[in-house]
């Protein structure tokens, strides 16, 4: 089994910036791909960024320039460095992990509150 955990998330005012963690425990072995969602309140959840084990990165349009994702191997940590961040952003953030054989694991999320 895969336990993420998430932390960083918080108040910022507009045009701030945070730094979102996701820590894996675990069976970390079936850890592959690892990224980042986001979920408003009757909404679905939404990708933000994504990446691999290789490092390749994907991002969503509304978060591109904005938002880098990137890994730590070694801490089996992912991060979501978030700058110039507006109120279109306060909603709750989730760390996915994905398995080689497409198994996902979620984490409990983080309330991210951008004030304006």
């Known amino acids: 089994q895969v336990q993420l955990v998430e932390s960083g998330g918080g108040l910022v005012q507009a045009g701030g910036s945070l730094r979102l963690s996701c820590a894996a425990s675990?069976?970390?072995?079936?850890?592959?791909?690892m990224g980042w969602y986001r979920q408003a309140p009757g909404k679905q959840r939404e990708l933000v960024a994504f990446?691999?084990?290789?490092?390749?990165?994907n991002y969503a349009d509304s978060v591109k320039g904005r938002f880098t994702i990137s890994r730590d191997n070694a801490k089996n940590t992912v991060y979501l460095q978030m700058n110039s961040l507006n109120p279109a952003d306060t909603v709750v953030y989730y760390c996915?992990?994905?398995?080689?054989?497409?198994?996902?694991?979620w984490g409990q999320g983080t309330q991210v509150t951008v004030s304006s």
């Open positions: 996915k992990g994905r398995s080689p054989i497409n198994r996902d694991y």
């Open positions: 990446i691999t084990s290789g490092g390749s990165t």
């Open positions: 675990g069976s970390i072995v079936s850890i592959n791909a």
